[in-house]
């Protein structure tokens, strides 16, 4: 077994066996809590009456059905019950974990909880996983050993398309967490970046739709060897994939919170993030979406965020807004809101409040495509990310009361099913969120079941009852 990978492999393995401490032995009385400030803001009357009717306005379409016997005379008054069988919005997290936790029980909690929530995943396409040694990919399964969260995509796209889950890459170009063999030429690196470009849209380009093309460029590294003061490698990037891969594919801009979530200046227009995705366009590069990330992972962050100082509404509003006049898809790409202090109850119902929260408003706004979670369970995390128990689940993998909020909005609140019956001229009519539909009609002995969309293009719905 390659020693790095074994190494790599066996300390995932233990952190998730062995959830780490915080920095500090913390109470229940050590406990950050939402303050005052906190709740005024997100319990506004007017905030939450803009919630409302945007996701009424945004997130759900009229549909209209119209039933016909085989001669097209129209069939009145049959029974009729429809239910939302998927999204069109994407509700997503990180699957980097697939198949790599200690026992097949937990591997099964792990995807069951995954696919009780999510019908979007991301994928790691990072080049030192993908490729630690030079020449020898890691896409396949069981040709290496594996490497903790980093199986090889494979595995992963093979998961998704099996349980109808849209797999995303990430990322095809970012200054870090590249391989100790690269290249410190430009030239030389960019030619290896075409291959790289090549590879994976040779082999993913027609099964993954949506990439991370270039991640957090804004905070790019001197010591990169793209790097330059304009970043004009983040153009080059976009245009080289685009070459590459399918004319559908996606390809996305991602940047860290910090950047993409400031707000400087009068209207925002002087941030850094802002500028260079003005200037990406500007200078014609096709990119397909505009990626925030949101990660609360510090004394300082939580308790500015509890006290409404951080990532409040109305910033978060504002910076979304901001973004509107480029006319592309925003997708929340990687979210971490801790448990913070003992992971008491006090801490879970702290988090489950704050992802409510964040999710209602992002849901909220026109332009949002998809929201993706970064670590589905505690101990799946990275490094210093698995101080913060960001998970959804615990590391047992039973679920923490912010699972069950998002269970209630995903598969309850936001998922439709009516029932009624068509008029004397066959017509039914409802509105639903976006998303692929199941219909049963029954009309005497006759009993017939469709399945149809419901989005803001669809076309009326002519469905023929009888034989």
Known sequence: MNFCGFVSLLTGLVLFINQPLFPQ??????????????????????????????????????????????????????????????????????????????????NQKYEA??????????????????????GKLRYEEGTTPDIWRRPPPDRLVAWCLKNN??????????????????????????????????????????????????NEPTICIK??????????????????????????????INETPHICY?????????????????????QGVQMDGIGFQLHIMSDYGTTATLEGKMFAPGDIVKVHGLYEEFGLPQYVTEITVPTRGADTALARKTQAEVVRNFYRLWFSLPNMAGITWWNLGDGTAIEHEDLWNGGLLDVNLDPK????????????????????????????????FNGTY??????????????????????????????
């Open 401 to 432: 009361p912010s699972f069950l909020v998002l269970d209630q909005l995903i598969n309850h609140d936001w998922k439709t099913k009516v029932q009624g019956a068509a008029d004397q001229n066959g017509r039914f009519e409802f509105r639903g």
């Open 262 to 282: 400031e707000y400087a200046g009068k209207d925002g227009k002087d941030t850094r993030y802002y500028k260079t995705v003005r200037r990406l366009i500007g």
């Open 165 to 214: 889950i849209t797999p995303k890459g990430h990322p095809l170009l970012w200054h870090e967490h590249n391989p100790e063999w690269l290249p410190r030429d430009a030239e030389e690196l960019r030619r290896l970046y075409i291959k790289r470009f090549g590879e994976i849209s040779e082999r993913y380009g027609r099964t993954v739709p949506i990439w991370d093309c270039v």
């Open 438 to 467: 199941r219909a049963i009609v029954e009309t005497g002995a006759v009993k017939k079941e469709f399945t149809f969309p419901v989005r803001p293009d669809a076309e009326t719905h002519k469905l023929v009852i009888g034989e």
């Open 25 to 106: 032995s913390r109470k229940e009385s050590d406990t950050p809590v939402p303050s005052e400030q906190y709740r005024k803001l997100w319990n506004d009357p007017a905030l939450q009456q803009s919630i409302e009717q945007n996701i009424e306005k945004y997130r759900k379409s009229n549909a209209v059905i119209i039933l016909t016997d085989p001669r097209g005379n129209p069939v009145p008054e049959a029974s009729i019950t429809v239910e939302q069988v998927t999204h069109d919005f994407l509700f997503g997290s990180n699957l980097f974990v697939l198949g790599q936790l200690p026992t097949p029980e937990a």
């Open 113 to 134: 909880a995954f696919l009780k929530l999510f019908n979007f995943a991301s994928v790691p396409f990072y080049w030192r996983g993908i490729e630690p040694e030079q």
């Open 223 to 252: 010591e990169y060897p793209l790097y330059s003061e304009d970043n004009a490698y983040v153009a080059w990037a976009f245009n080289t994939a685009r070459k590459m891969f399918p004319p559908a594919a996606s390809l996305l």
